[in-house]
């Protein structure tokens, strides 16, 4: 069975930046377009970006300050956030684009000053 582990949240000053690691095991990122996902409190969970064969994607209005990428052969996938706002403060997850597998325990990103 497929696992999630995301890591690297924390605390983080408006205007700092930080990199989001997600590790899994099985063979999931060979095989499937990957994707970050966040929620927010009290809020939904959204997509914030996917990466796959054909490239990347950002949600609105998030491009230009998130960067998705993935390591095939460690089978992580990464979510650096630049630039970050108070409204960036969420827990983090990430999964495939669509077919979702079981959930990780997410990573809480806080902007604070």
């Known amino acids: 069975q497929v696992q999630l582990v995301e890591s690297g949240g924390g605390l983080v000053q408006p205007g700092g930046s930080l990199k989001l690691s997600c590790a899994a095991t099985?063979?999931?990122?060979?095989?499937?377009?990957m994707a970050w996902y966040r929620q927010a409190p009290g809020g939904q969970r959204e997509l914030v970006a996917s990466?796959?064969?054909?490239?990347?994607n950002y949600a609105d209005p998030e491009k230009g300050r998130f960067t998705i990428s993935r390591d095939t052969a460690k089978n992580t996938v990464y979510l650096e956030i630049h630039n970050v706002k108070p409204e960036d403060t969420a827990v983090y997850y990430c999964?495939?684009?669509?077919?979702?597998?079981?959930w990780g325990q997410g990573t809480q990103v806080t902007v604070s000053s």
């Open positions: 999964n495939r684009f669509g077919g979702f597998v079981p």
């Open positions: 990466i796959s064969s054909h490239g990347t």
């Open positions: 099985g063979d999931i990122f060979r095989t499937s377009a």
